[in-house]
């Protein structure tokens, strides 16, 4: 499959705006597709998630300034197009105070557990049952307004700078969230690790 | 120089690891951690259960119908 950038740079009509554009999408495709599946959770969905963020992106594309950084602006247009289509809310969500966990929670539940702690290396346990779990599921159970830090700094890797800029919130509230989403989805894999030692005995015990 | 707590890296651990603290500090809870049976393997362990779920939550390509779709799109601008 030849890319896009390759087929406009061929073609007579692709303007040095459109082929640097084609370029650019060529990049980030994949990255913001992931992510688009991520917020969406649904393939098609995803699909047109990134084709309206590139139609987006081609209209203010004329006040991009070359050299600035393409990706966080691309994903901030992302962020923007599955806020303005799916989630309305999302900019204002509703922060129910539950209990709240430690940080690092699984670590520290580790270190309580007996249970863990009769197998040897409660470490390793623990991380071989969170192997098991569904970890996509437990990210997309996350609420709306926690699970965009944890994709944009855990998965993407950008900075907190970047992450504040792509959701338009201060850098505080990034922080307060990222982490909150962190801890709820520890929560949520110790949760399985806990529950899957209850149920394995007994599939091992119905197949042999 | 002041001394790191564990307390404090329990606090500051997942700035650390994303590398948002100042450098002095950076370098301060390093040295701890380096030398601290608390501290140690609870960085470890938290950076492995990050890079586990990194793992497992693997982005995968777009589909080659986006990618023509995307093309198409570009094309006719």
């Excluded at chain 1, 082929?19 to 699909?47: I, M, S, W």
């Excluded at chain 1, 399985?192 to 119905?206: D, I």
Aim: with cysteine; hydrophobic share 40%.
């Amino acid at each position: 499959m030849e890319s896009a950038a390759v087929a406009l740079n061929r073609s007579s009509d692709g303007t040095p705006a459109t082929r640097e554009f084609a370029a650019l999408a060529e990049q980030h495709l994949d990255g913001l597709y992931g992510v688009a599946l991520r917020l969406t959770r649904r393939k098609d969905a995803a699909e047109d998630l990134v084709q309206e963020t590139f139609l987006k992106a081609w209209r203010s594309f004329h006040t991009f300034q070359p050299g600035s950084n393409a990706r966080a602006w691309l994903y901030r247009i992302l962020m923007n197009a599955y806020i303005d289509t799916y989630r309305k809310a999302a900019r204002e969500p509703n922060i129910v105070e539950h209990e709240d966990v430690e940080e690092q929670y699984i670590y520290s539940r580790v270190q309580a557990s007996e249970d863990l702690r009769r197998q040897g290396n409660p470490e390793e346990e623990a991380l071989r049952r969170i192997m098991d779990a569904d970890v996509e599921a437990a990210l997309a159970g996350l609420p709306e307004a926690f699970r965009a830090p944890v994709i944009l700094a855990d998965l993407e890797e950008f900075s907190y700078k970047e992450i504040a800029q792509i959701l338009e919130i201060p850098i505080g509230t990034v922080m307060s969230r990222l982490f909150r989403g962190r801890r709820l989805l520890q929560r949520a894999l110790w949760e399985y690790a806990v529950q899957s030692r209850r149920v394995r005995p007994e599939r091992e015990g119905t197949s042999s | 120089m002041s001394l790191v707590h564990c307390e404090e890296v329990v606090r500051l651990l997942w700035q650390y690891m994303d590398r948002e603290l100042d450098p002095a500090t950076t370098q301060r809870l390093q040295e701890h951690i380096r030398g601290c049976r608390e501290c140690g393997p609870r960085h470890d362990f938290e950076a492995r259960l990050r890079a586990l779920i990194r793992q497992k939550c693997a982005g995968r390509p777009a589909p080659a119908v986006l990618r023509r779709r995307v093309l198409a799109l570009i094309r006719e601008l």
